[in-house]
């Protein structure tokens, strides 16, 4: 039963640039969540996919985007990448209404200089 | 507005010792869910554990059991009989509203197991 899967594991990438990273869910989960970790602190939520759709959403500029395939598979986009961008980013899927199960992937550390 | 503490940024327990790791949280919504998690140094986060706000017993897995306070607003973690390998960052979280996956994380507990 595979978990969470994210990709790349790491990348660097220079200020203004965008990026891309994907995420698949563990096995029978349909939403998905993205997370972004800067470093010696907890995550912070950025948003939550489910039926295709942005369901909810932190505390994020709207250059941060995504979106989620019929697959149940997620994109995380960042657009126009500043410093404090470096993270490790997060994602997370659990299955709606199955409230104690929300699963991590390894993450993705992006660091931008 | 919700949050949750965790108040020992570091802890050092021996080998085949219990320890409990301190965490408190405050809501103002009767239904929620609160998720301790740790993180070894790969980056990735491992489930360890829920309770939902409306279980009666607190809740177990392996090792590790929650000691849930309602009243207190309280969730500690304990683990039982360490390991070397239990060696790792330590979060918990909420989640509210009961239907949502986002989660309000503490800054974590570096926890140390030594021999």
């Known amino acids: 039963d595979a978990g969470v899967t994210q990709s790349p594991t790491h990348l660097i990438k220079t200020r203004g640039q965008q990026v891309t990273l994907r995420c698949s869910p563990k096995s029978g989960h349909d939403t998905v969540s993205w997370y972004q970790q800067a470093l010696g602190q907890g995550p912070q939520f950025i948003f939550q996919?489910?039926?295709?759709?942005?369901?909810q959403r932190g505390n994020f500029p709207d250059r941060f985007s995504g979106h989620q395939f019929p697959n149940y598979s997620s994109e995380l986009n960042v657009n126009a990448l500043l410093l404090g961008d470096s993270a490790l980013y997060l994602c997370a899927s659990s299955l709606t209404g199955r409230g104690g199960e929300l699963f991590f992937g390894e993450g993705s550390r992006l660091t931008v200089l | 507005a919700q949050k949750i503490t965790q108040t020992q940024p570091g802890m050092f327990v021996q080998e085949k010792e219990a320890v409990t790791l301190d965490c408190t949280y405050d809501t103002s919504d009767p239904s929620y869910g609160l998720f301790w998690y740790k993180q070894p140094s790969s980056g990735e986060m491992i489930f360890l554990i829920y309770?939902?706000?409306?279980?009666?017993q607190n809740a177990t897995e392996g090792r590790y059991s929650l000691n849930f306070q309602k009243a207190r607003k309280s969730a500690n973690l304990v683990i039982s009989a360490s390991q070397l390998g239990d060696s790792a960052m330590y979060f918990c979280a909420m989640r509210e509203p009961y239907n949502t996956d986002k989660l309000i994380f503490g800054t974590g507990t570096r926890l140390q197991v030594f021999p």
């Open positions: 996919y489910y039926e295709e759709e942005e369901r």
């Open positions: 309770q939902g706000s409306y279980d009666q």
